[in-house]
T-cell receptor, first 109, second 113 residues
Framework: GQNIDQPTEMTATEGAIVQINCTYQ??????LFWYQQHAGEAPTFLSY??LDGLEEKGRFSSFLSRSKGYSYLLLKELQMKDSASYLC??????????WGAGTKLIIKP | DTEVTQTPKHLVMGMTNKKSLKCEQH?????MYWYKQKAKKPPELMFV???????INESVPSRFSPECPNSSLLNLHLHALQPEDSALYLC????????????FGEGSRLTVL
């Protein structure tokens, strides 16, 4: 079966750094995505990794290791507005997105 | 125009009503999607239209009926829904290259009484 695992909830402090991990087992791999979703709103695209390594985009970075079926999203200089759910999604061999359950990130002052 | 527009934003309907959700994008995307999302859950794929043809139907009950009148519009017709169908319905589109990036609309919050 296809499976994506990520922690249910994480808490971090404003100004700090947090790493949200995602492990996956899918039938084929055509890229891994991170989306941010604030409560009651639609998901917004954060990053896309298809090759191993680190992709940096401002305060957010995403890492991929295909051999380990592992990715993480790194958020630096946390701000209160970063409180949201972070969804990991993998595109399988049929180009369908398989979604993780999401990690709720709580930022404390 | 880099937006996916969904209407209405909120909808309350009874179990005997017929209503429709609408979605529009003008980015030239040729794939459009309907997702259903319950609170604290990831989006669940319902339907995919590719080049205006229904390519994926994830065993969705017939009380949900999608329609793609043209490459910019996607409708979801609702009839005889159940209270458990209450959820956020998200429309998304993606560009022709299979990069998988989805552009989501803001969603339609549906409540079935």
């Amino acid at each position: 079966g296809q499976n994506i695992d990520q922690p249910t909830e994480m808490t971090a402090t404003e100004g700090a750094i947090v790493q949200i991990n995602c492990t996956y087992q899918t039938s084929g791999f055509n890229g891994l995505f991170w989306y941010q979703q604030h409560a009651g709103e639609a998901p917004t695209f954060l990053s896309y990794n298809v090759l191993d390594g680190l992709e940096e985009k401002g305060r957010f970075s995403s890492f991929l290791s295909r051999s380990k079926g592992y990715s993480y999203l790194l958020l630096k200089e946390l701000q209160m507005k970063d409180s949201a759910s972070y969804l990991c999604a993998v595109m399988d061999s049929n180009y369908q997105l398989i979604w993780g359950a999401g990690t709720k990130l709580i930022i404390k002052p | 125009d880099t937006e996916v527009t969904q209407t209405p934003k909120h909808l309350v309907m009874g179990m005997t009503n017929k209503k429709s959700l609408k979605c529009e994008q003008h980015m030239g995307h040729r794939a459009m999607y309907w997702y259903k999302q319950k609170a604290k859950k990831p989006p669940e794929l319902m339907f995919v239209y590719s080049y205006e043809k229904l390519s994926i139907n994830e065993s969705v009950p017939s009380r949900f009926s999608p329609e793609c009148p043209n490459s910019s519009l996607l409708n979801l017709h609702l009839h005889a829904l159940q209270p458990e169908d209450s959820a956020l319905y998200l429309c998304a589109s993606s560009p022709p290259a299979d990069t998988g990036e989805l552009f989501f609309g803001e969603g339609s919050r549906l409540t079935v009484l």
